[in-house]
């Protein structure tokens, strides 16, 4: 039986690789460059210096074994080219998390506190986001929708806000440690359409979310379902609003960059929908 082995030595572009083995290893290049470009990186990565050429090489020797990338080293590959790209696949994975774990050793040497990753100051004034505002407000009702129907306990409610607001701490400080773990995150919100949510300056600052489900979890321990109904349409609307309107309309400035005017109008929104699913709800 003739045995077939592979030989990867060092190339500059895949346009000098055979026509066969160029789609496969494009896929590959495209998700190294992604999700670990080593511009925005602590550390470069060993294995982004180069590329490599897959030549096929029949009526190898049995004895012979290894594959190392940049080398003339010849090993025995597997019957199938699926299970060669499974390998390809295992080798990326774990080249991605050593260098998740680089990047947090690297930041925990640094001897910094945690304040110092996370930014806790006021926005400034900001455009018009009109999905943001739209999943503001539709996440605010999704939960209103749930405490009403399927979390009724407050021992559901509890637990369900405490995972979500432990979960996107785990976030807020991961991806302060670890550039690679951010862009694996934002690059899953972008597959689902919610990258387009996120102002610019929330790249540095913890994000409005993170703020959300903190206070999901205090209207569950500390609220009766009325006035978690309350606070949701006034977490859900009244900040879309108020920056829509004062953003249009807004001619008398308050604190910062804020408006008179779109404060009275988040006011009159958010009041306008808790009273109606308070007496929706009775």
């Known amino acids: 039986m003739m045995r077939v082995a592979l030989r990867l030595t060092p190339v500059r572009t895949t346009s000098q690789m055979p026509r066969v083995v160029r789609p496969a290893t494009n896929g590959l290049h495209h998700f190294t460059r992604r999700a670990c470009d080593p511009r925005r990186s602590v550390t470069r990565r060993p294995f982004q210096s180069t590329?490599?050429?897959?030549?096929?090489?029949?009526?190898?020797?049995?004895?012979?074994?290894?594959i190392s990338v940049g080398q003339e080293v010849v090993g025995a590959a597997p019957e199938t080219a699926a299970v060669g790209r499974n390998v390809s696949w295992v080798e990326e994975t774990e080249s991605f998390l050593q260098q998740?774990?680089?990047?947090v050793t690297h930041s925990w040497t640094r001897k910094e506190g945690l304040l110092d990753h996370l930014?806790?100051?006021?926005?400034?004034?900001?455009?018009?986001?009109?999905?943001?505002?739209a999943v503001?407000?539709?996440?605010?009702?999704?939960?209103?929708?749930?405490?009403?129907?399927i979390a009724k306990e407050k021992a559901m409610q509890v637990s369900l806000a405490g995972v979500v607001c432990?979960?996107?701490?785990?976030w807020e400080i991961g991806r302060r440690f670890?550039?690679?773990?951010?862009?694996?995150?934002?690059?899953?919100?972008?597959?689902?359409?919610?990258?387009?949510?996120?102002?610019?300056?929330?790249?540095?600052?913890?994000?409005?979310?993170?703020?959300?489900t903190c206070s999901l979890l205090f209207l569950a321990l500390?609220?009766?379902?009325?006035?978690?109904?309350a606070a949701l349409a006034a977490l859900g609307w009244t900040d879309p609003v108020a920056g829509i309107v004062g953003r249009s309309h807004g001619r008398t400035r308050l604190v910062g960059k804020k408006s008179l005017e779109g404060f009275l109008a988040g006011l009159v929104a958010g009041g306008a929908v808790a009273l109606a699913l308070l007496v929706g709800l009775q």
């Open 51 to 66: 590329r490599s050429r897959v030549h096929i090489v029949a009526n190898a020797a049995p004895d012979q074994s290894g």
């Open 100 to 103: 998740v774990g680089q990047e």
């Open 119 to 133: 930014d806790f100051t006021l926005s400034t004034s900001r455009p018009n986001n009109w999905r943001r505002s």
């Open 136 to 149: 503001h407000m539709l996440s605010a009702m999704a939960v209103v929708v749930l405490i009403s129907t």
């Open 166 to 170: 432990a979960g996107s701490w785990v």
């Open 178 to 212: 670890s550039p690679t773990f951010d862009r694996i995150v934002f690059s899953l919100f972008g597959k689902i359409g919610l990258a387009g949510c996120f102002h610019a300056e929330e790249m540095r600052k913890v994000t409005s979310w993170t703020w959300f």
């Open 222 to 229: 500390a609220c009766n379902p009325p006035a978690q109904v």
